[in-house]
């Protein structure tokens, strides 16, 4: 089992900036994939941004030019830049990690991190 642990979410005003971190209880270079969604208040959980064990990411048409995901390995995280925050932004952001096995693929979910954006 994988225990992912999210951290630096809270209020911010239209415009500023949040940094997530997920802690993870596996080595991060060993997990495929590491993801952040966010899921707003009536809506579905979205993907915001990804990172693969290569190096590549990929983000939300929505974070694009405004979040950056990025891996730490000295500190085994991965974390979400957050600048330019809207009101849209407003969601639980949950950390993702897509583990590889002989078996298949599993994902591990964090419990998640309020972001509210308003002024």
């Known amino acids: 089992q994988v225990r992912l642990v999210e951290s630096g979410g809270g209020w911010v005003r239209p415009g500023g900036s949040l940094r997530l971190s997920c802690a993870s209880s596996m080595d991060i270079k060993t997990i495929y994939e590491l993801n952040w969604y966010r899921q707003a208040p009536g809506q579905q959980r979205e993907l915001v941004a990804a990172?693969?064990?290569?190096?590549?990411?990929d983000y939300a048409p929505s974070a694009e030019g405004r979040f950056t995901i990025s891996r730490d390995n000295a500190e085994n995280t991965v974390n979400l830049q957050m600048n330019g925050l809207e009101p849209e932004d407003t969601a639980v952001y949950f950390c993702?990690?897509?583990?590889?096995?002989?078996?298949?693929?599993?994902?591990?979910w964090g419990q998640g991190t309020q972001v509210t954006v308003s002024s």
């Open positions: 990172v693969r064990n290569t190096g590549a990411t």
């Open positions: 993702n990690a897509r583990v590889g096995y002989t078996s298949g693929i599993r994902d591990y």
